[in-house]
């Protein structure tokens, strides 16, 4: 510490020069390369699936109009193939790497909102969402993947069908939940949770358990930025939030829904399907009840 000239010291600067120890130049070193090479190889598998479609959609429609049944392999080596790698590449280059109060999906793209916060065991929300009338959504698998296609071509109803990935912490959903409409697989109304990490915060500071991402899926449309086949979601996703609450509520669930008012701004964005999203950045942080046993119930 240095004292100026009224007797009060100065704190140490910090020591920039440091010397930095061989054994961590050479690891920086290391991950630097991996990491370099590991973009530029997927870079190169990228321009090398979009040469392949180029040249394979030349060469085919170059004999004829009878060829035109090419667009089908073609759509869905860039819908699966290309433009999903492209979003990886482009997302990790803009898209931060924190909580930012959105979900993400596999591609990297901005999804839907996180909307809702809940304080409780995984049991009690299953058990909660259970009593309010939820189904929890199967994982997905071939079988259930070609279940849900079946479905949803002949119109068959699937209330556990499986919801698609969506990341946030890095991790995908740990549970989801949904509510089919009048037996039509295109509709549902649909929430996903993560389990926060332990010590996680909220901004500001509150702890909870899980956050959650609850929209309703109005129809099966088409990506608007890679043209995969996909749920088409309402955009007042705010009306889902306020309906998943009230479901628990109906169902006595609840104890108490505290709500974190602005704790994002409200803004119109589209999710990462393309579709519109409105919210007003409000945030209900839901505190559930301990399931009612026949040991604690009132008068037992």
């Given at each position: 510490m240095i004292s100026d000239g009224d007797g009060r010291a100065d704190p140490a600067e910090p020591d920039h020069t440091r010397a930095v120890s061989r054994l961590e130049r050479r690891q920086s070193r290391w991950a630097t390369v991996l990491a370099v090479a590991q973009r530029l190889f997927y870079v190169a598998v990228t321009?090398?699936?979009?040469?392949?479609?180029?040249?394979?959609?030349?060469?085919?429609?170059?004999?004829?109009?009878?060829?035109?049944?090419?667009?089908?392999?073609?759509?869905?080596?860039?819908?699966?193939?290309?433009?999903?790698?492209?979003?990886?590449?482009?997302?990790?280059?803009?898209?931060?790497?924190?909580?930012?109060?959105?979900?993400?999906?596999?591609?990297?793209?901005?999804?839907?909102?996180?909307?809702?916060?809940?304080?409780?065991?995984?049991?009690?929300?299953?058990?909660?969402?259970?009593?309010?009338?939820?189904?929890?959504?199967?994982?997905?698998?071939?079988?259930?993947?070609?279940?849900?296609?079946?479905?949803?071509?002949?119109?068959?109803?699937?209330?556990?069908?499986?919801?698609?990935?969506?990341?946030?912490?890095?991790?995908?959903?740990?549970?989801?939940?949904?509510?089919?409409?009048?037996?039509?697989?295109?509709?549902?109304?649909?929430?996903?949770?993560?389990?926060?990490?332990?010590?996680?915060?909220?901004?500001?500071?509150?702890?909870?358990?899980?956050?959650?991402a609850g929209t309703y899926d109005k129809s099966v449309g088409l990506s608007l930025f890679t043209f995969q086949i996909t749920h088409k979601i309402a955009d007042r996703t705010d009306e889902e939030r306020d309906f998943i609450i009230e479901t628990l509520q109906a169902a006595r669930a609840v104890e108490s829904v505290h709500t974190i008012r602005n704790y994002s701004t409200g803004y119109h964005h589209r999710n990462g399907g393309g579709d519109s999203i409105r919210t007003d950045g409000h945030l209900p942080i839901i505190d559930l009840n301990p399931p009612q046993r026949p040991g604690n119930r009132p008068g037992a």
């Open positions: 321009a090398a699936v979009g040469w392949a479609v180029y040249y394979f959609l030349l060469a085919r429609l170059a004999r004829g109009p009878e060829q035109v049944w090419v667009f089908l392999p073609v759509w869905l080596i860039l819908a699966y193939a290309l433009l999903p790698r492209i979003h990886r590449i482009l997302s990790a280059l803009y898209i931060p790497d924190y909580f930012i109060g959105r979900a993400r999906t596999g591609d990297g793209v901005l999804g839907d909102p996180v909307n809702l916060a809940v304080i409780g065991p995984a049991e009690e929300l299953r058990l909660a969402m259970s009593a309010a009338g939820w189904v929890e959504a199967d994982p997905i698998t071939p079988a259930t993947a070609w279940r849900t296609l079946k479905s949803t071509v002949l119109g068959r109803s699937y209330p556990a069908a499986p919801v698609s990935s969506l990341y946030v912490f890095g991790n995908k959903q740990d549970l989801a939940f949904q509510r089919e409409i009048n037996g039509n697989p295109r509709k549902r109304h649909h929430v996903r949770f993560w389990k926060c990490p332990d010590a996680w915060m909220l901004p500001g500071g509150i702890a909870v358990d899980w956050v959650g």
